[in-house]
């Protein structure tokens, strides 16, 4: 007898790359050469880290790969594009880190990180890579801005940011995290700096509304709906007693002015300092300069209100009282006016602000009417009966929430109003390594955009990129490139130093893959027509606020200036849970917790790691890694192979058991994939194979050919280069990814017999074998056979719940 062949995972993945190499599996076309239907799968384009990747970022790479192959089976051409996150701060934060330049630190992170990538053997199509450092890539990315800054949504302005002061440049509100920079974790403070923003409120509405239209998880649409914040209310107008001015305040509870007792202004309000009395004066100066230390985080959380008595007063609109005019850190200048007017009665931060600093409490609304004396807390309930409100006395305070506005309208002291959270973003940095901003600054024409002909501005050549720490660009040093005519008069004028965050390429970038050698266009109409949008984009869920927002913005503005027909980038969106490290600790350098996939590859093959990342646990949920668990998945490919070389030698013909186990082992798989249960996917193929092997063992050694060839396109899309040899060993010269997914017969999983419980009076007494299709009486009639001289007295009832029990009645 001749020797059994070994599985030989090296052997194998190497011969199938290299056929791969020479006769791709994605082709464009079908057999007949007419263009086949596409299909966008899209992985969250990694940053170019100098760790390299750990078996956590390998999982999502895998998951995308997966159901890629998946949708090549079933016809698709497939667009899978890999590239480049690689400007921005980890990109330079890294580079400071090593002593090298970024752009070749950069490039090396880049390379190792490849080379780590083609050891998934994933379906990437590298002829459309991008890289966001590229100049052929950022010319688009700064043509953009200018498109934007034409359209008026990107606009300077001078106002307090986020500073981090390890980083050394402002941040968006959504790159702090509990008040600390989420790139270095330092404490974040205030600084105040010129910066470009990009007027994303004007897309509010829309990325609210069109989220209803997104197959996406429903925590994700949460979490933006929250940060969109849409709320309704009135600005309410009061003026300044024995001033001019006007404070405006917004609200969503005017039904409740009658009780504003004091009003609250941000300490950076444009009348914050003037509004102090001489008397107050200083404190009130020195209070402005202590906030400003803080950043809006802190200021939110901090669990002991703070604030300051201005001196001065406004006058209630509703009923002529005066009110207190107070500043408090916990008001945010970039949230609705800046200005609150403050209901201690019926909110409890309001409420303990009064009870810190003894200002009157006023309850105007009442469970049934009736007011609680000497208040404890307030009294939030959303209904109650209106009371000390004048002409509102005895409305529900539902109703007047809804009228309140409109009567404020009419009273000509206000308006109705929908405010949003939503903040216009900070889009520029005071960092190197970013995409200049191509705006150059005329003494005579104002900012006046680079013209898109001369685009790509190029980021110039340094040897000092580090962080200057004053608020200015390391670009602003650069006097032969700062220094330029206007393109508009030709005076002599200078370029815009600050640089573009991150996000300014990865907003984009998907859009991009497509036609990435198009130097005329963006993307041309014919490929976005063909291939986007996005059907499926599968990243973590920390981006689930700040590069989703961001690219559902670009997105909605490139469709409305016709550069694309579609208005929302991503299709279906799928987050995967982190790999940890021990104890559910996040895998990183610093922690000495880091496994690289490296060493498994080596050991085990590119196919059982690449299904031990999908065994570990439920996709979506983060799963702690252990080296053993991929033991448990080599061995069952081994098991699978070892099937096959006896199958092959003992060519058995196809038995009913058989068959029956070839289409539950379809829908099993195909259902479970179609869930992205993909650890149960795993799961059955073990079930399924040990029950093969079960009946090889009774017809003579093996299974039948029809069920191997089903067991390798099935596996194809989690094992790709086992699943080629086994293909190309049961006899096939194509590859197995032409094969087609296979379908399932429903009568043809359908058991003769099935096994149930016989009960008497709910307890089992016996377990039986009857014909799947059995009528009650004749079920019932082997159930009592069953029970025997068990069943005594008078049978009150006879139940038969098919497939499941026989419950017989008696007492």
């Known amino acids: 007898m001749a020797a059994k062949i070994v599985y030989n995972h090296k052997a194998i993945e190497n011969k199938w790359r290299e056929k791969w190499e020479e006769n791709p599996v994605n082709p464009k076309v079908d057999e007949q050469g007419n263009p086949k239907k596409k299909y966008y799968c899209l992985d969250m384009f990694p940053y170019p880290s100098g760790n390299g990747l750990h078996v956590g970022h390998w999982r999502g790479y895998v998951i995308s790969d997966v159901w890629s192959r998946y949708k090549l089976q079933q016809g698709y051409y497939i667009v899978h594009p890999m590239g480049w996150d690689a400007f921005g701060l980890p990109a330079e934060n890294y580079a400071i880190k ?94 105040n700096l010129r910066q470009w923003m990009l007027k994303i409120t004007a897309y509010a509405e829309r990325l609210l509304n069109d989220l ?37 305040v917004y609200t969503t509870r005017p039904d409740t002015l009658y009780g504003a007792t004091f009003m609250v202004l941000a300490p950076e309000h444009a009348l914050a300092a003037s509004l102090a009395t001489e008397e107050r004066k200083e404190v009130v100066e020195k209070y402005i300069y202590d906030s400003s230390m803080k950043s809006n985080v802190d200021r939110l959380q901090d669990k002991e209100k703070t604030g300051v008595f201005t001196g001065s007063y406004a006058i209630n609109p509703i009923n002529g009282a005066k009110v207190p005019i107070w500043l408090s850190d916990y008001v945010l200048a970039d949230y609705g006016t800046g200005a609150i007017m403050c209901v201690p009665a019926h909110d409890d931060r309001d409420f303990e602000f009064a009870k810190k600093f003894d200002i009157p409490i006023i309850q105007v609304i009442a469970k049934d009417g009736k007011a609680i004396e000497n208040m404890t807390e307030a009294y939030t309930e959303a209904s109650g009966t209106m009371i000390n409100s004048g002409e509102w006395d005895g409305m529900e305070s539902a109703v007047l929430k809804k009228e309140a506005p409109h009567i404020i309208e009419e009273r000509g002291i206000g308006k109705a109003t929908v405010n949003y959270k939503l903040r216009d973003w900070v889009f520029s940095r005071q960092r190197y390594w970013g995409e200049p901003i191509p705006i150059v600054h005329c003494p005579k024409c104002g ?39 206007c393109p508009v008069c030709g ?62 913005f670009y997105t909605k503005f490139l469709c409305d200036i016709g550069v694309i027909d579609f208005d929302e980038p991503f299709q279906k969106l799928f987050n995967q849970g982190m790999i940890t490290g021990k104890n559910g600790i996040k895998m990183s350098k610093s922690k000495g917790n880091v496994v690289s996939p490296d060493d498994l590859v080596r050991d085990y093959g590119c196919d059982s790691l690449r299904m031990y990342e999908l065994f570990v646990g439920p996709p979506e949920l983060d799963a702690e890694w252990d080296d053993r668990g991929i033991d448990g998945v080599n061995r069952f490919l081994k098991r699978l192979w070892n099937l096959l070389q006896d199958s092959l030698a003992a060519n058995v013909e196809a038995t009913d058991a058989m068959v029956k186990e070839r289409h539950k082992l379809v829908y099993d798989v195909t259902t479970r994939l179609e869930n992205f249960s993909l650890n149960t996917v ?22 039948d050919k029809e069920t191997l060839e089903t067991m390798a396109v099935l596996i194809s899309p989690f094992a790709p280069h086992f699943a080629e040899e086994m293909w190309e060993q049961l006899g096939h010269t194509e590859t197995v990814f032409r094969a087609g997914w296979p379908t399932y017969d429903e009568e043809a999983m359908k058991e003769d017999e099935v096994e149930i419980a016989v009960q008497i009076n709910g307890k089992t007494k016996a377990v039986i074998s009857i014909a799947a299709d059995a009528d009650k009486d004749s079920a019932i009639a082997a159930g009592k056979e069953a029970l025997g001289n068990k069943l005594s007295g008078n049978i009150i009832k006879e139940i038969y719940v098919p497939g499941r029990i026989i419950n017989i009645v008696a007492k």
């Open 682 to 703: 795993i799961s059955a193929f073990m079930e399924h194979n040990n029950k093969l092997i079960d009946l090889a063992k009774k017809n003579g050694g093996g299974v």
């Open 98 to 191: 090593m002593g090298v330049h970024p752009a070749k630190s950069t490039a090396n992170n880049v390379a190792n990180i490849k080379r780590q990538i083609n050891e998934i053997a994933a379906l990437y199509d590298w002829d459309m890579e991008v890289n966001t450092t590229d100049p052929e890539f950022y010319k688009w990315t700064q043509w953009i801005f200018v498109k934007m800054f034409k359209e008026g949504l990107a606009y300077e302005k001078e106002f307090p940011i986020n500073w981090c002061p390890s980083c050394k440049t402002g941040l968006a509100n959504e790159e702090v995290v509990n008040g600390k920079c989420e790139r270095c974790g330092a404490e974040v403070t205030k600084k």
């Open 491 to 552: 005076a002599d004028a200078k370029r815009e130093t600050n640089t573009m965050p991150q996000w300014a390429g990865s907003s984009w970038y998907f859009l991009r893959y497509v036609d990435n050698h198009n130097d005329k266009e963006l993307v041309s109409r014919e490929k976005a027509d063909a291939m986007l949008p996005v059907d499926m984009y599968i990243g973590g869920v920390e981006h689930a606020v700040l590069h989703l927002l961001y690219s559902r």
């Open 447 to 485: 900012n006046v955009p680079v013209p898109e002909e001369e685009l790509p501005l190029r980021l110039p050549d340094v040897e000092s990129y580090e962080p200057t720490g004053t608020g200015e660009s390391p670009l602003a040093a650069i006097d032969e490139w700062v220094n330029c005519k």
């Open 212 to 248: 209803d239209k997104l197959d996406w998880p429903e925590k994700v649409k949460k979490m933006q709906t929250d940060w969109i914040g849409k709320s309704y209310g009135a600005e309410v107008n009061f003026k300044v007693d024995g001033r001019e001015d006007e404070i405006t």
